[in-house]
């Protein structure tokens, strides 16, 4: 899997957007992008994928630059349940065994 | 099932008991993955099946680990002689096939494990 990089923190009002950057710039071309979030004490939350296209589903956007060398992961209307660390994960189909998830972002979302 | 599914969520455990785990995969899934989380540290793997073909167990710490699924089905991890070490949660997770388009993982809650 491709090296990911987020920052460690973010807070955001709820009610705003909040929006996650990662950097993924050695991606490979067959790699996808992952957001997955974990909040305390549960197992990870599979939120959204994408290639190289935008991509909307019920929960987030993710917006993949057109290089993909980096993404942003939307919560269009944070609210306090969305409190929790986002993890960007770069991985192709045929990676191996190991989900790798970084440092990830603390994402605080506040009243 | 609608999500993957474990039992128990939460088992307080004596050292040197045996502990059984179980995951219920999503319906269709025919990969299954076992992780294991200490409280604040990254995720780990430790065995991974595939359809019929042999698992992968390259993750499993130590001889007193192993894993079972028959068929597409049910999974169980097994721990013997429990050490305090090995408190932590156990996360099953389940995909389609690997080398599918967008091969996403889904994670179950997890089963607290704590030894004393």
């Known amino acids: 899997d491709a090296k990911t990089t987020q920052p460690p923190s973010m807070d955001c009002a709820e009610g705003r957007a909040a929006n996650l950057p990662c950097n993924h710039s050695?991606?490979?071309?067959?790699?996808?992008v992952y957001w997955y979030r974990q909040i305390h004490s549960q197992g990870p939350q599979y939120i959204i994928h994408?290639?190289?296209n935008n991509e909307t589903n019920e929960m987030a956007s993710l917006i993949i630059t057109e290089d993909r060398k980096s993404s942003t992961l939307i919560l269009p209307h944070a609210t306090l349940r969305d409190t929790a660390v986002y993890y960007c994960?770069?991985?192709?189909?045929?990676?191996?065994?190991?989900?790798?998830f970084g440092g990830g972002t603390r994402l605080m979302v506040k009243p | 099932g609608a999500g993957v599914s474990q039992s128990p969520s939460n088992k307080v455990t004596e050292k040197g008991k045996d502990v059984e785990l179980r995951c219920d995969p999503i319906?269709?899934?025919?990969?299954l993955y076992w992780y294991r989380q200490r409280l604040g540290q990254g995720l780990e793997f430790l065995i991974y099946?595939?359809?019929?073909?042999?698992?992968?167990k390259s993750g499993l710490p130590s001889d007193r680990f192993s894993a079972e699924r028959t068929g597409e089905s049910v999974s169980t991890l097994t721990i013997q002689r429990t050490q305090q070490e090995d408190s932590a949660v156990y996360l099953c997770?389940?995909?389609?096939?690997?080398?599918?388009?967008?091969?996403?993982?889904?994670f179950g809650e997890g089963s607290w494990l704590t030894v004393v």
């Open positions: 997770a389940s995909s389609l096939d690997r080398g599918r388009t967008g091969n996403t993982i889904y």
């Open positions: 099946f595939q359809g019929n073909s042999a698992p992968d």
């Open positions: 319906s269709g899934h025919t990969a």
């Open positions: 994408g290639l190289k």
């Open positions: 050695t991606i490979s071309g067959n790699e996808y």
């Open positions: 994960i770069a991985r192709a189909n045929n990676a191996g065994n190991m989900l790798t």
